[in-house]
């Protein structure tokens, strides 16, 4: 390949991580292009360049993979965690390609997470003008009046901004709580919990349950298994 890509594209196509990450540990001085440290982010590479990342050389994956995880609480979703706690990797085995999380799913929030090391399927479900619907389960504190429903549909101000417009229903009505489904499209840090905080109804427990077109199905908690090109498509909503 003569033909020159973004710096942080490539690093995506070799599986390092999201391009979003990928910048991060440029503009952190952990790249080399040619044996210099590059820290801009329109630097461009071909594969003729050696890149290292962290004093390893890195090259692009041959075999593209997309694995679905049914996430645990307990687990972050990233691919190492500098306070040492558990991550969504520890949970695949077997996976000689260097795979990480699309997007995250907090702490305690359980659910579809989708891992590949495919960086422009990656940047496809991140990027907010692509507007990939996220489907969540959310039971929250109380039971939101049908203002405060509205209030969720239309959009929320969060740091400043309003939320886009959302699609919400009840699903269940408990003596203390309401369960939720709420369908975005934003991938804000912690939009669902802080959209309902917003509205007088923190969230107690959160679930993502579909990706584009894709559910989660019977995938027990932990348990994780390869998509297949249809199942992608059906993410892509192609």
Known sequence: MDKKIRLQKYMAQCGIASRRHSEELIQAGRVKVNGKTVTQMGFRVSEQDRVEVDGKIIKKEEKLVYI?????????????????????????????????????????????????????????????????????????LG???????????????????????????????????????????????????????????????LKRTAVGNLALGDLKPGEWRYLSSKEVKLIRGK
């Open 143 to 205: 039971k939101p009046s049908d203002k405060a429903l509205e209030a969720l549909r239309n959009g929320v101000v969060l740091d400043g901004r309003k939320t886009a417009p959302a699609g919400v229903e009840v699903v269940d009505i408990k003596s203390k709580s309401t369960v939720l489904k709420i369908i975005i499209h934003e991938g804000r840090n912690r939009q669902v919990r802080r959209m309902c905080e917003a509205v007088g109804h923190p969230v107690l427990k």
């Open 68 to 140: 679905m995880l049914n996430k645990p609480s307990g687990y972050v979703s990233t691919v190492s965690d500098p306070e040492g706690r558990k991550t969504v990797l520890d949970l695949i085995d077997g996976v000689s390609e260097r795979i990480y999380p699309v997007g995250r799913l907090d702490y305690d929030t359980t659910g579809l997470l989708i891992l590949t090391n495919d960086g422009d399927f990656a940047f496809e479900n991140t990027h907010p003008g692509h507007e990939i619907k996220k489907t969540y389960i959310a039971e929250v």
